[in-house]
């Protein structure tokens, strides 16, 4: 009776542990639980398929693109088809944003800095094309070098850093090439197309919450398509990527998402087609 009694016990706090250890996961997206469930469960009957069926909330009707790159009926759109750049300012100083542009496609200015969104976003759905341009000089981290700052965090480098740069029969350390989480996370696979052909990155981002003395309370994530393929799963970041030091988190907010203006001697690269959907 003893041991049996030893033995539950130990079994309830294994028990406590586990649920205690889950408890501190992010929820995942939860579903309304139809009522008839839990009666049927307590009436005892045979279930039926209407148990589990439900009927609201009614989601939201989006109309697609003409394309799967054009962006949906409630995107807000970054950079469009013209030569449009209110939603963007210089990083520096929040003036509007001075690279050049013609016909939709926007070049980086290296001189001029980086450019960031006038708006600021928490968790989003983003597209953005990029090309490196045709007969691209240098090589490493100095050949067609720029980055996709998912959140920026102030002045220079600092956030959360998709790396842009030529990794076309291009060697680096692979956690900075293109697709990586700069620093932190390689991508699954290489999926570059030649210099002077369009790339497309889609990525699905969820911010970092904090608790209210500024600790962390759940990481930032990040799922990225890069030309179709899939480069980043659901990776968890452990903190911002810096290009020296060990990540960090600081807490912030809603943030602008930031575009790089590299400083390696290589010719620019260029902008289009940029769409975001902000998320819950």
């Not at 542990?17 to 009666?39: E, K, N, R, V």
């Not at 279930?47 to 697609?64: F, G, L, R, S």
């Not at 990040?222 to 988190?249: D, E, K, S």
Request: proline share 10%.
């Amino acid at each position: 009776m003893g041991t049996r009694l030893s033995s539950l016990l130990t079994l309830s706090a294994f028990s406590a542990i586990f649920l205690a250890g889950c408890s501190s996961q992010p929820a995942p997206q939860t579903t309304p639980t139809p009522a008839t469930a839990s009666a049927a469960t307590t009436a005892g009957r045979q279930p039926k398929p209407e148990d589990t069926e439900y009927y609201t909330p009614v989601p939201a009707i989006v109309t697609p693109g003409s394309t799967n790159g054009a962006p949906p009926s409630d995107a807000l759109v970054l950079l469009g088809g013209g030569n449009d750049l209110s939603e963007w300012v210089m990083q520096k100083d929040k003036s509007p944003a001075a690279w050049p542009i013609a016909d939709g496609v926007m070049t980086v200015d290296k001189k001029a800095g980086g450019i960031e969104t006038k708006r600021s976003f928490s968790n989003y759905q983003l597209h953005l094309e990029w090309r490196i341009p045709e007969g691209i000089t240098g090589s490493g981290q100095a050949r067609g070098n720029s980055g996709l700052f998912l959140a920026s965090q102030g002045p220079g480098d600092d956030g959360y850093e998709l790396q842009i740069l030529d990794s076309y029969n291009n060697k680096t350390y692979v956690n900075g090439q293109a697709g990586s989480m700069y620093k932190q996370n390689p991508p699954l696979v290489n999926a570059m197309r030649k210099p002077g052909e369009w790339q497309v990155y889609d990525v699905v981002w969820t911010a970092p919450q904090f608790n209210g003395d500024g600790s962390l309370k759940t990481p930032a994530y990040v799922t990225a398509i890069h030309n179709g393929v899939l480069v980043q799963n659901h990776f968890a970041l452990r903190g911002n990527t810096p290009y020296i030091g060990q990540p960090v988190y600081k807490a912030h907010g809603a943030t602008p998402i930031k575009l790089q203006a590299h400083g390696d001697p290589s010719p620019p690269i260029s902008f289009r087609n940029i769409w975001i959907r902000p998320l819950q």
